[in-house]
């Protein structure tokens, strides 16, 4: 007898088909039955009302390293469908990593995926197992964090590393991979990633792809300089012998608005020289990242604590503000420049004391205060140690359609969690099948799911989800593709999005009729050897 058994489907199933009626049974965490009429009794029988039924999405960047351990209800996630999450992003997450290196990490990481008392682990291995203790409701994979190793051997220093380093640090690489990572991460806007030159860089993606894996990057510039870091890192892969992946591609700067169309030929040109190139995109105009980003890089070499010493030097602020005016300076991913005061959005901070700052920009804040803007900004960063995120608002709606077109896209949320978040936490899958799909018809609505589901699936190497197919794992989401839409705002983020109906992960129900279950059967997800 089957567990469940799916009546009233519109099955939607993620290969890039149209839809078609169906029933799906459900045994022992696998999708055992997909028939156009399943006879016989299940223990439970749910009518989907003809609803749409899909795979669970598949989140292909996101940060709930630490918040799945806090929170691993994942509620954020699964109200939207979401059933798997790939972490490890950026180049800046928790293994492996030397108990040397941990507690810079761990302040580096607050403002990102927040805070976790013990971290009972160093190697993946051991990451790996206590996400399997922590019993979280979603699935995840981990990428090996850049960041993380290198602070493991080089430390945080800005210089280039020794051979003997670059050995070192790919035979963690190495074994993170054996141990079921599925890939390798970097931040080139992030210390201590952004210190490693091409020859690091080469030799750690080739031994990612020696294992099977894949490169993740965060460009170096997503602004006036996307083509050259768009052909930086095609060149470090194309040496490597190694997949590329960029993470949430975009086109930042309002006299950047049009260009998405010639970076796609750049990777369309890529690929037709034979290097596999994949990107995923949130599907907004706004990102979001920690605040500190707005500092210059050259005053994070010493580490987060020496750079809030800076801050408060007169004569230190000066020099930051005359590198986001552009009177001197190297070149930089230069938010203020791109976005404005006003354009940026303060999301969270820790003290009570600043609360009021959240959902504000810092030009109003500024005003609020009677400071400069970029007195608001070092005070801020100063008073919170560094952990405080914002929402910086760079695009254009024509870009965001461009780059969803391409066959290449992936979808992702690249969710921060906490304070008021940018809205993409708790509604970046119901925005694509929202207004991406049913308003503005930029996807099909199977192209869509393709995006969220066998896509993200194939770029991981999951073989067994995906897919609506016998033999799966019964990962699943139910969905009113006339009613689903996103209900945050930046104003008020925090809210579950509407329209999704069901959410079954790994067999078992943990969302029915809108409201969660508090089943939790994800876990670790491992990479296969070859």
């Not at 682990?121 to 190793?149: C, F, I, N, Q, R």
């Not at 997503?222 to 591609?249: F, K, N, Y």
Request: with cysteine; proline share 5%.
């Amino acid at each position: 007898m089957l567990d469940i058994k799916l009546k009233n489907c519109r099955i939607v199933d993620g290969t890039g088909a149209p839809w078609f009626r169906g029933e799906v049974g459900i045994t022992g965490g696998k999708i055992a039955l997909v028939r156009s009429s399943i006879p016989g009794d299940a223990f439970r029988v749910i009518d989907l009302e003809n609803r749409v039924l899909c795979p669970g999405f598949i989140d292909m960047h996101t940060h709930s390293d630490l918040r799945l351990f806090s929170c691993p209800g994942e509620d954020a996630k699964l109200m939207q469908g979401i059933t798997t999450a790939l972490l490890g992003q950026d180049g800046l997450s928790v293994a492996p990593l030397s108990p040397a290196a941990q507690p810079m990490m761990k302040t580096r990481l607050l403002g990102l995926n927040g805070s976790l008392d013990t971290w009972n682990w160093s190697t993946m291995g051991e990451y790996l197992s206590a996400v399997d203790k922590a019993a979280p409701a979603v699935s995840s994979a981990m990428l090996v964090p850049h960041g993380a190793v290198r602070a493991s051997v080089v430390g945080w220093e800005n210089r280039a590393a020794s051979d003997e380093e670059i050995r070192v640090m790919a035979e963690m690489v190495g074994k993170a991979m054996e141990e079921g990572a599925f890939g390798f991460s970097t931040g080139l806007i992030y210390p201590p990633c952004l210190y490693a030159d091409e020859r690091e860089f080469v030799a750690l993606a080739a031994e990612a792809a020696r294992h099977g894996g894949f490169f993740v990057v965060h460009m170096r510039n997503e602004q006036d300089h996307i083509a050259e870091s768009l052909r930086e890192v095609m060149d470090i892969c194309t040496r490597a012998g190694c997949p590329l992946h960029i993470s949430h591609l975009k086109i930042a700067g309002k006299k950047n608005w049009g260009r998405a169309g010639s970076i796609l030929e750049m990777i369309d040109g890529a690929r037709a020289r034979g290097l596999e190139v994949t990107f995923d995109q949130y599907p907004y105009t706004a990102g979001s990242t920690m605040l500190d980003a707005l500092i210059p890089p050259l005053f994070h070499a010493d580490g987060q604590k020496k750079m809030l010493e800076y801050l408060r030097d007169p004569g230190v602020r000066e020099k930051i503000g005359s590198m986001i005016d552009g009177r001197s300076g190297p070149v930089w991913e230069n938010w203020v420049a791109s976005c404005g005061w006003e354009g940026i959005l303060i999301n969270s901070v820790r003290s009570s004391e600043n609360r009021w700052m959240e959902g504000k920009n810092l030009s109003e804040i500024a005003s609020a205060s009677s400071k400069k803007p970029l007195d608001v900004l070092c005070d801020l960063l100063t008073a919170e140690e560094g952990t405080v995120t914002m929402t910086v608002f760079y695009g254009c709606e024509e870009d965001v359609r461009t780059i969803m077109r391409h066959e290449a896209m992936l979808f992702c949320s690249d969710s921060i969690v906490g304070g008021k978040p940018h809205p993409r936490a708790y509604g970046s899958a119901a925005r694509i099948l929202g207004h991406y799909v049913r308003e503005t018809e930029t996807l099909s609505l199977p192209q869509a799911v393709r995006r969220m589901t066998s896509g993200p699936a194939a770029r991981l190497g999951l073989q067994d989800r995906g897919l609506v197919r016998e033999g799966m794992a019964a990962d699943l989401v139910a969905f009113d593709p006339e009613r689903v839409r996103e209900k945050g705002t930046y104003a008020d983020p925090v809210q579950y999005a509407e329209g999704f109906s069901l959410v079954i992960t790994a067999g078992k129900v943990a969302m029915e009729d809108g409201v969660l279950t508090g089943v939790r059967s994800g876990g670790a997800l491992r990479r296969k050897s070859a």
